[in-house]
């Protein structure tokens, strides 16, 4: 059999005879200096997506009777700056309370991303909302004090502004407390970090129960037009103001006022109720693309189950513990309750974090659980979403 060598191939085997001699001869020729045992690239992925973060509040301001904002900086004695993040980004709070037993939850960031890096001293802002069964979030506002110590993710979340997904017009629905990811897009809009149009439909009860209402002012005045707010009062009837549930009716009037006239993108965040109804049947109407609507959920519970089971749990190097768990609280808020840790962020079966292994039993979810196909071959289940309804057995990964 004959072998057609071509010119760059008789070049390349010719590079490939010397290949043993060239790397003896760079390797004398080497510098003798050590290689950096760290590296820029880690370093800057180990600042965006610290394992864990540790916090300190700094300071707590009451906004209403039921409403309280937490100013949380790093623990200088454990971390030495917090993650940045994108507006519209949420952390998954932890908090050890006094019996020892583990809450956890997720609030949205209400300060702007360049906060963060504040040359004093950078901060998030979460701002908490009083809510029936809220373990965390009614600790917050009874019993958390300037000084104490919490933990947190990374931050993390969907609802983010992306300018090749997203249209340059974006439609927020907030309702209530949910308005906090829109201020901080809106702050991210005046500070030039972001560059959309953004109107803000604000669903609220009353006009007592507007947040961030001299806030908000103060950007729409500084923003060049990028960014309004329209109120919807559903309790009160006020001049010039609008009345009743944000409909499809509603956001196309105001989609209708982009000065491009263009097509436009809707994001979501509000009480449950709110994001069903938008959901099942106003958004629908609207024929948008999926791609051009965003709704950060809120937790959803199953009640309906007031039995009492055991859950035996498996953790690497340690003797099994069996804890007991209701049929209507989460696996994981069993666990918390129990003091045992494990990685969470979303809360809502989206982001896999809080991943655990079935080894025995039966459970039910919540309509958002998306388990994958390996999930599903290797029995994980998502503890966060996730409720017992017999006596279980699951192996843990203890964060
Ligand atoms: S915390 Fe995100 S899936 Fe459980």
């Known amino acids: 059999m004959k072998v057609k060598v071509g010119l760059f191939g008789l070049g390349d085997m010719l590079k490939f005879k010397h290949l043993g001699d060239n790397r003896e001869k760079a390797i004398e020729e080497a510098s003798e200096q050590e290689l950096p045992c760290s590296y820029k690239a880690n370093d800057i992925a180990r600042l965006y997506h610290p394992y864990k973060q540790y916090l300190i509040i700094k300071d707590i301001i009451k906004e209403n009777e039921d409403t309280k904002s937490f100013i949380l900086v790093a623990d200088k004695s454990k971390q030495k700056e917090l993650a940045p993040f994108k507006a519209g980004s949420y952390l998954s709070i932890y908090v050890h309370d006094k019996d020892n037993s583990l809450l956890s939850r997720t609030y949205s960031i209400v300060s702007s991303p360049k906060e963060v890096f504040d040359s004093n001293e950078g901060f998030y802002k979460i701002t908490i909302k009083r809510v029936d069964n809220g373990a965390l979030s009614n600790f917050m506002l009874d019993k958390a004090t300037i000084g104490m110590k919490l933990e947190s993710s990374e931050p993390g979340g969907f609802l983010t502004y992306n300018s090749l997904r997203d249209s340059k017009n974006v439609i927020a629905l907030a309702g209530g407390v949910g308005i906090t990811p829109f201020v901080s897009m809106a702050k991210a809009i005046v500070e030039g970090i972001e560059d959309f149009n953004l109107t803000i439909l604000y669903g609220v009860r009353t006009s007592k129960d507007i947040l961030y209402k001299d806030e908000l002012l103060d950007i729409i005045n500084k923003s060049n037009n990028k960014v309004k707010v329209i109120h919807v009062f559903s309790d009160e009837k006020l001049d010039n103001e609008e009345h009743g549930f944000i409909t499809s009716e509603l956001i196309s009037k105001y989609a209708s006022k982009f000065s491009d006239n263009s097509n436009y993108s809707i994001f979501v965040a509000g009480p449950t109720l709110m ?81 655990s292994r079935l080894i025995k039993g039966e459970y039910a979810s919540t309509k958002y659980l998306k388990l994958n196909e390996v999930d599903k071959k290797f029995n994980y289940i998502h503890p966060c979403c996730s409720y017992p309804r017999s006596d279980l057995e699951i192996e843990v990964f203890e964060y």
């Not at 099942?280 to 999926?290: D, Y």
């Not at 089971?309 to 953790?315: E, F, M, P, S």
């Not at 129990?338 to 991943?355: P, Q």
């Open 275 to 355: 994001i069903d109804n938008l959901r099942n049947n106003e958004l629908p109407k609207l024929n948008l693309l999926p791609k051009y609507i965003r709704i950060e959920n809120s937790p959803l519970y199953l009640d309906g189950d007031s039995n009492v089971y055991n859950i035996k749990i498996i953790t690497k190097g340690k003797e099994p513990l069996v804890i007991k768990a209701k049929g209507n609280e989460t696996i994981l808020e069993a666990l918390e309750r129990n003091n045992v840790m494990i990685r969470s962020k979303c809360h809502l079966g989206g982001c896999g974090y809080c991943r």
